[in-house]
């Protein structure tokens, strides 16, 4: 071997290796994090990748999930070209056509639809990622349709309601100020690593964590000086347990609450109904842990909670649950405090990065003024009164029912109808679509129902401007070529909107104009100098407050204080819900004899993401098989040891897949992650077992049935 060879074999950057290190983004989780990743190209190909030194999120790290990068964006059903469906609906036979004829049907089956049965029968729908959605939403105003709507209706968006309903606005933790930190439902050391370093070395100063997790993690482990562990989406009653002690023992803060806080009496008049003769038995944890969570709150002032609200949320009680947790807050006065919970601007996409944009203005200047309502607004006027575009949970129900209105066509980005629960309903509903549009990166089993299916390109392939906290931001340059003839999302958008010459101006000008216009004019930025940048750049000061001063001069709530009784909510009787933080109980009507087990299904696993790493070969190999844990105890009664088959039975169906006894879990709990097509956790659950105030599936508690599987027994 030559020293050149040799040089080319280690991954040598240089001249003469033709090795070039060129700056991207891993963009496979959320947008809170996006990684900077060092991509080294020979030949237009990534030949390595690392984690980027000096980025302001990783600094040279990568998790499992972006270590993965490589073998991601050149997964085997990669899509190169825009495909048309020639074969029957999820039969997977498509022809290749050219951007052109493609743009072409696309423009004619959604107008079709628009003249058959009026705009809103056509809905825009987003799955991952989340950079290109405004241009999305603006494609749905111009067209016309109120339907809108994204993935966001299973994720986050719960706690932004439960956020805007007690202040106006969503507050995110002053984690270096405080004293304690209520971790409910936290475990970052797999969902957001960064973070739990973070954790990490505040615990080495001296923070106190009570960690509140249905399941034994990293978190109770590592970081837990109390580890409460309650059933599955009894946190409500777990939150008011903890708030009558702190009421009845006076470790509150009256003070604040007058000034600040409206509804406590009400609020402290129903929370008193969770004693020592109940939340034990609702939740399964002791009432002595419960009194020592309350001292710990009132030994320790400071205190502030995890943004993260997925598990909390996904249950049918789960906003709920979720504001009682934030009453909290309230009650000893933690909310715009230092070390609290504090209010930071938010600038794209949910991101708080402490400097404001006009992406609202953006999004919603051409939102339709005569439409209909959008999708779900009936079933959850809560969600269509706080967030105006389509509850997605209600979307498969009204493709198949036709009400208020017949929704015919589907215009998708990144969508996986596996999250939806039910999921066969949702591929029965797509199956019945007069016209259905995909775009993904990847041949997917929902791409395969799609009349027409567009290539998109990853982060590696695409520009994209993207904002940090800290008042940070950068626009990426492409580190490599469009696969095949695919195009980012927001070319689609923008190029689709061309094609069909609709009257949005502003739209039709492209994503950078929007980015330069609506974002950097304001701070006298160009997005050139942006693209210079290697490494992302204070964009802006990050905009400080006061400690207080947003409560003193008054909340964006209808009363303006922290409202532990909801006014929005009182101001609407019509709606059925409760103005105060109720609990009610999570499980569905399913026989309790018949299915003693309660299913959860999502906790994050550090190899995998949704739907999109289980096909990574090098993913796949740290779990090569769908597993469920249960309890050793409930294993030893099911006679059932380490890699046995069991089967999950609902009332909607059943999966059989190999179980795992831990003690991570309690006993009576069988814990699945999903996204897996042979094991699909969606495929069992029931498609209106949903939150009334959010909309938001219950993920996270479904009664079910085990058993030993038996080889030979149908699957
Ligand atoms: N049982 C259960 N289900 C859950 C959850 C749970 O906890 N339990 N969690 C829920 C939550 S919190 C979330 S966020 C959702 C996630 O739901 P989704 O966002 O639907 O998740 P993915 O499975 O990652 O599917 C996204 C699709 O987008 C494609 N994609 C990726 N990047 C791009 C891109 O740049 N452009 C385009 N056009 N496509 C792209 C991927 O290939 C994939 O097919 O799942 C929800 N589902
Ligand atoms: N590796 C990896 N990371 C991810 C993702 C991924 O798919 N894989 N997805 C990303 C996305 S889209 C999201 S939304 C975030 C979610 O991020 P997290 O909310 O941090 O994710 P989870 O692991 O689902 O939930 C955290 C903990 O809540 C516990 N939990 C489950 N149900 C309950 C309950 O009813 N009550 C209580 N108190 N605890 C409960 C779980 O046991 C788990 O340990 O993660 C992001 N990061
Ligand atoms: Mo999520």
Known sequence: MTDLERRIKAKIPGADTGIEIRRTMCDI????????????????????IEGMDGHPVNDGRLCTKGLANREYIYRQDRIRTPLKRVGKRGEGKFREISWDQAYEKIAAGLNNCKMQYGAESVAFYSGYSKWYRPTLRRLAYAFGSPNYGCESSACYTAAFMAWKLAAGDQANPDITGSD??????????????????????????????????TRRTPATEKLADLFLQPKSGTDGALAHGIAHVLIERGWIDREYIDRYVYGFEE????????????????????YSLVVQAARMIHENPRMSCNESSAPLCHHRNGLQNYRSVLSLLAITGNFDRKGGQVLTPHTYMHVACGFSTR?????????????????????FPLWNHLEGEMQAMDMTRQILEGTPYPLRAVFALGMNARMFPDSSRTFKALESLDFFVDTDLFLTDTARWADIVLPACSSFERG???????GKAWYTSPAIEALGSARSDVQICTELARVMDLPDEVLKKGYDYFIQHYILDDYGVTIEELKKAELPVSMAPVEHHGELELVDRGLGTPTGKFELKSAVIEQHPEWGLDALPTYREPLDGADPVRYPFVFT??????????????????????????????NRQDCLRLGVEEGDRITISTGKGSLTVRVHPT?????????????????DAESIMDGDHLDPY????????????????????DR
């Open 29 to 48: 989780c959320s947008p809170g994090m996006h990684c900077g990743v060092n991509a080294y190209v020979k030949d237009g190909t990534v030949i390595k």
């Open 180 to 213: 304690l930190f209520l971790g409910w439902a936290y475990n970052p050391f797999y969902s957001n690593y960064m973070s739990a370093r973070r954790a990490m070395e505040l615990k080495e100063k001296g923070l106190k964590f009570i960690i509140v997790d």
């Open 267 to 286: 609020y402290a008049a129903y929370v008193s109904r969770f004693g020592e003769h109940n939340v034990e038995e609702i939740t399964g944890v002791p």
């Open 359 to 379: 992406e609202e203005a953006y999004l919603y200047e051409m939102r339709p003024k005569q439409a209909k309502a959008p999708v779900g607004a009936e079933r």
């Open 464 to 470: 994209e401007f993207k904002p940090y906290a800290g």
């Open 601 to 630: 299904s999502g906790s994050r696993i550090p190899n995998a993401l949704h739907s999109r790493l289980h096909q990574v070969p090098r993913n796949r190999s740290l779990r090569p098989e769908p597993t469920a844990d249960m």
């Open 663 to 679: 003690l991570t879990v309690p006993e009576g709990l069988v814990n699945l992650f999903h996204g897996y097509r042979e094991a």
């Open 694 to 713: 959010s909309g938001f599936p219950a993920y996270r508690s479904v009664r079910c049935a085990v058993s030993r599987y038996e080889p030979g027994e």
